[in-house]
């Protein structure tokens, strides 16, 4: 069992920037690929960023629209993944989900992201 807990989410204007950090615990060992993951109203959940470890070597994945804008990293040793969101835009108005693979999929409870124009 792997628990994930996000944080960071809030209101901002177009153009700023937030944060999101997700926390690890449990069967932390297991985890291969970390990620996150938005909902956003009526619509379905798209991955948004994806980071794998293999060795000392990261390898991340962007969805398109993010890409230039967001960054995603990770901190083993802490069992932490974070997600650097920039340049935010309306459309980034979401409920944004940590996900861990470990095999087995997990999830964090979600943490809302909200921006206004």
């Known amino acids: 069992q792997v628990q994930l807990v996000e944080s960071g989410g809030g209101l901002v204007q177009a153009g700023g920037s937030l944060r999101l950090s997700c926390a690890a615990s449990?069967?932390?060992?297991?985890?291969?690929?970390m990620g996150w993951y938005r909902q956003a109203p009526g619509k379905e959940r798209e991955v948004v960023a994806t980071?794998?470890?293999?060795?000392?070597?990261?390898?991340?994945n962007y969805v398109n629209s993010v890409k230039g804008r967001f960054t995603i990293s990770r901190d083993n040793a802490e069992n932490t993944v974070w997600l650097q969101m920039n340049s935010l835009k309306v459309d980034d108005t979401a409920v944004y989900y940590c996900?861990?693979?470990?095999?087995?999929?997990?999830w964090g409870q979600g943490t809302q992201v909200t921006v206004s124009s």
């Open positions: 996900y861990a693979n470990a095999p087995l999929p997990y």
């Open positions: 449990g069967s932390i060992g297991s985890i291969k690929t």
């Open positions: 980071i794998n470890t293999i060795g000392i070597t990261n390898y991340v």
